[in-house]
């Protein structure tokens, strides 16, 4: 291996070690006002922006949540496996995105709900650990005091590259939504180790892409 690419190597590991510390300090704020049971930062699987969720999950600290996304996926029960057993060796949460039948089958500790599933959340209550929901401007945040759902995953709160993200709500916003909801929320959208601790103080923290500051690299065979 050159020294070149070494040095890149080493100023790349500098730059992560750096947004880990970041995220970090965000999470343990947020967990100082967060119920117990729920975890500082949940990380959300997409498809195309984490094409390999298990090298995030394999670096993720312990109490945080992930958010299994499949969208349909024919591998989604295989998918959902090895996250799981990934998630039970790291002491993880795993919810599964709106598929409470895949979240029973393979015993995962919740599901996460798009706002429109709002029904099949409150058939399913009392069936998990954890029920979360998303949220969006314009939410009547009144709705979410008769859905069993432990938390709210409101989005999006900084600009982010998810075509459905609409206008970024900002810190401030985000907060005035926080306090008016009747369970505890979640920033989503946008979200990353520069901007966490602006928002950790009144919210729990979410992201896709944002934390892949814990994505185990694959050895260079080089």
């Given amino acids: 291996m050159s020294w070149f690419k070494v040095s890149v190597i080493l100023m790349s590991e500098k730059a992560q070690y750096g947004s880990r510390r970041k995220a970090l300090m965000a999470a343990r704020v947020a ?3 967060l119920p117990e ?13 984490t094409p390999h969720p ?5 670096g993720l600290p312990a109490g945080w949540g992930v958010i299994y996304r499949h969208f349909g996926a024919a591998d989604r029960e295989a998918v959902a496996r090895r996250l799981l057993k990934l998630c039970r060796q790291r002491k993880l949460l795993l919810l599964i995105g709106a598929d409470a039948e895949l979240a029973v089958k393979i015993g995962a500790d ?3 709900w798009p706002g429109r599933m709002a029904g099949a959340a409150r058939r399913w209550r009392g069936r ?3 029920q979360t929901m998303s949220g969006h401007f314009g939410d009547n945040p009144g709705q ?17 590259r998810s075509a459905s993200a609409g206008t970024a709500l ?7 939504i926080a306090r008016s909801l009747p369970c505890p929320a979640y920033a989503l959208g946008g979200v990353n180790p520069d901007n966490g601790l602006s928002i950790a103080g009144f919210g729990g923290l979410a992201a896709i892409d944002g934390w892949r ?5 694959q050895t260079d065979p080089e």
């Fill in 31 to 33: 967990a100082r006002h």
């Fill in 54 to 58: 298990e090298r995030v999950v394999a």
């Fill in 128 to 130: 998990f650990k954890i």
């Fill in 144 to 160: 979410f005091r008769t859905l069993p759902v432990n938390a709210v995953l409101y989005s999006a709160v900084f600009a982010s």
């Fill in 213 to 217: 500051c814990f994505e185990v690299q």
């Fill in 170 to 176: 900002g810190a401030q916003r985000f907060r005035r």
């Fill in 37 to 49: 049971g729920l975890p500082p930062a949940f990380f959300l699987t997409d498809p195309a922006r």
């Fill in 110 to 112: 919740g599901v996460h």
